[in-house]
Nanobody, 117 residues
């Protein structure tokens, strides 16, 4: 059974870089056909797709966030990482890592990141 777990600081100062890691267990992030996504939900707002990395390591980003978003992976640790630079309070959200196969079928529990001085 595949499980995903987000980790990273819960508080980031404005203008700094938010960095979150998703550790995947029970399956390889390099397995054929799978995509690994980051999704966030600001307080009181809808879910927002941030970006993804495919099983071949190709990355995809939300056009609205692309200029300051980076997703990478470490296949030896079975992890993928989100970096969001120059954050503002508007980046405060619960961040989820998810797996895509025929849909977003496995989700981490989510982690709240607050951007505040």
């Amino acid at each position: 059974q595949v499980q995903l777990q987000e980790s990273g600081p819960g508080l980031v100062k404005p203008s700094q870089t938010l960095s979150l890691t998703c550790t995947v267990s029970g399956g390889s992030i390099a397995s054929n056909g799978y995509g690994w996504h980051w999704i966030r939900q600001p307080p009181g707002k809808a879910l927002e797709w941030v970006g993804a990395i495919g099983y071949r390591g190709i990355t995809y980003y939300s056009p609205s966030l692309k200029s300051h978003t980076s997703i990478s992976r470490d296949t030896s640790k079975n992890q993928f990482t989100l970096k969001l630079s120059s954050v503002t309070p508007e980046d405060t959200a619960v961040y989820y890592c998810t797996r895509y196969y025929s849909g977003l079928d496995v989700w981490g529990q989510g982690t709240l990141v607050t951007v505040s001085s």
